[in-house]
């Protein structure tokens, strides 16, 4: 079992900066950020695995950077240029999928995460 807890959520205009954490009680070997917009299916946004391999959806690439203390079991979201389309609830997740290459990449699915953090609000005005 791994319990999660974002915070770092918040209220900035357009072409602002957030940086969301996640407080693990253990880092597992995948871990994940996704967000979920009103009336809205939660969407992967960013992944990374223990070896530093990360993916990132094409919406938010160039703009968050996922990264990970392990000595701190903290997952973070480092956001930059914010967009209006970034504002969501924004949730952290962990995975028990093992992998079988060094260089394979994390997928950004739902259903490749197992455990789920409650969730920090993100709002973006233009």
């Known amino acids: 079992q791994v319990q999660l807890v974002e915070s770092g959520g918040g209220s900035v205009q357009s072409g602002g900066s957030l940086r969301l954490s996640c407080a693990a009680s253990?880092?597992?070997?995948?871990m994940g950020w996704f967000r979920q917009a009103p009336g809205k299916e939660r969407e992967g946004v960013a992944a990374?695995?223990?070896?530093?391999?990360?993916n990132y959806a094409d919406s938010v690439k160039g703009r968050f950077t996922i990264s990970q203390d392990t000595a701190e079991k903290t997952l973070y979201l480092q956001m930059n240029s914010l967009k209006p389309e970034d504002t969501a609830m924004y949730y952290c997740?962990?995975?028990?999928?093992?992998?079988?290459?060094?260089?394979?990449?994390?997928?950004?699915?739902?259903?490749?995460?197992?455990?789920w953090g409650q969730g920090t609000q993100v709002t973006v005005s233009s």
């Open positions: 997740a962990a995975s028990n999928r093992r992998f079988n290459y060094s260089f394979s990449v994390p997928g950004l699915g739902r259903g490749d995460f197992d455990y």
């Open positions: 253990r880092l597992s070997n995948y």
């Open positions: 990374i695995r223990e070896n530093g391999v990360t």
